[in-house]
């Protein structure tokens, strides 16, 4: 069982961030959050990843609470091709490491 | 970036027959590499876990002498159906992950799935 929850869907004007929640209240010490995005009909694309630390990359940013019980995905600047799912994952160690998607949130970028 | 490509991107067979559907990482070596199916608006399910050189570890539920995984080099797994029938339609999708350790901060790529209609 995934051990994250996440609202079921979202919109988000184009242009505006996109601030996706994600609550992993059981999360342990050395579990990593990952966050993947699907586009209808094609596979998961990895977006960012992170322990503590808020984390930036060229996609995204990853906001993580000090108590590690919730994050928060930002997309800066929204686009129509951001429309997509978005998982929000924790790596299990008990479980091998291996990736658990739960339903995820539908983001919708409208414009 | 890490890329992961499959082949067939899209298969049509009739049932009782085999297909086999190819993955491999291109600009990188993956010890452990993993297969998903997911059908029509539901998530991604994990069916094995596939580690270069050794037997597949499959998920409960999944049939291993259906579902057969080869991972004969570190770039290259294979997933073939058996025997397909029409409830095996789904979207095939396999995932490499960039690292040899297993620890939890090695990322997994994902490649772009292949679809799979058994008539």
């Known amino acids: 069982d995934a051990k994250t929850t996440q609202p079921t869907s979202m919109d988000c004007a184009e242009g505006r961030a996109a601030n996706l929640p994600c609550n992993h209240s059981?999360?342990?010490?050395?579990?990593?959050v990952y966050w993947y995005r699907q586009i209808h009909s094609q596979g998961p694309q990895y977006i960012i990843h992170g322990l503590k630390n808020n984390e930036t990359n060229e996609m995204a940013s990853l906001i993580i609470t000090e108590d590690r019980k919730s994050s928060t995905l930002i997309l800066p600047h929204a686009t129509l091709r951001d429309t997509a799912v978005y998982y929000c994952i924790v790596r299990v160690e008990e479980y091998g490491n291996k990736l658990v998607f739960g339903a995820g949130t539908i983001l919708r970028v409208k414009s | 970036g890490a890329v992961v490509s499959q082949h067939p991107s899209r298969v049509i067979c009739k049932s009782g027959t085999s297909v086999k559907i190819e993955c491999r990482s291109l600009d990188f070596q993956a010890t452990t590499m993993f297969w998903y199916r997911q059908f029509p608006k539901q998530s991604l399910m994990l069916m094995a876990t596939s580690n270069e050189g050794s037997k597949a570890t499959y998920e409960q539920g999944v049939e291993k002498d259906k579902f057969l995984i080869n991972h004969a080099s570190l770039t290259l797994s294979t997933l073939t159906v058996t025997s397909a029938h029409p409830e095996d339609s789904s979207f095939y999708i396999c995932?490499?992950?960039?690292?040899?350790?297993?620890?939890?901060?090695?990322?997994?790529?994902f490649g772009p799935g292949t679809r799979l209609l058994v008539l």
């Open positions: 059981t999360i342990s010490g050395n579990e990593y």
């Open positions: 995932s490499a992950r960039r690292g040899s350790g297993g620890a939890s901060w090695e990322t997994q790529y």
